[in-house]
């Protein structure tokens, strides 16, 4: 049996088109919201490390700013598998900021900085935690808006 367009999320648009759009939502975040936000704390002086980083990645040598927005990506997809199982209204918004905020920021530090064979001292890690969380949670929320706007967007040319 097949689903009718009013049977599934989303105007009946494939999962697929759907991830791909919490992908290009995520990617997006990453360099207006995550960004932003890291631009306004490295202002106040809360993070030593300003936004838009161009220095070069390991292994292909793609400016880092765009590194980060390609995992803001892969993380939108992973927020797009949660997010029917979401509660509705103001709840919403909480979780999406608590996703962004926790997960990623845990990752970044109990899995990406050990591969790295970073270090953090012990008098940084808590203002570290701080930025990263605050950096986070601000894609989590950006992320979701532009989910929104393109679902509504793309929503209306299908």
Not at 15 to 27: C, D, I, K, N, T
Not at 36 to 65: E, K
Not at 89 to 104: D, R
């Amino acid at each position: 049996m097949t689903a009718e367009p009013s049977d599934t999320p989303n105007g009946g648009r494939g999962s697929a088109a759907r991830l791909g759009l919490w992908f290009v939502a995520g990617f997006i975040a990453v360099l207006i919201f995550h960004q932003g936000m890291l631009g306004i704390l490295h202002g106040l002086g809360a993070s030593p490390r300003g936004p838009y980083p161009m220095a070069s990645t390991w292994p292909f040598g793609v400016p880092q700013v765009f590194s980060l927005a390609f995992w803001g990506g892969v993380w939108g997809i992973v927020l797009g598998l949660i997010e029917p199982r979401l509660p509705k209204g103001w709840l919403y918004w909480l979780c999406v900021i608590l996703f962004g905020a926790i997960l990623p920021t845990a990752v970044a530090v109990l899995v990406v900085l050990p591969l790295k064979g970073i270090q953090i001292p012990p008098g940084a890690m808590f203002a570290g935690l701080m930025v990263g969380l605050a950096i986070n949670a601000a894609w989590g929320i950006g992320t979701a808006l532009f989910y929104r706007l393109g679902d509504r967007l793309v929503g209306r040319g299908a």
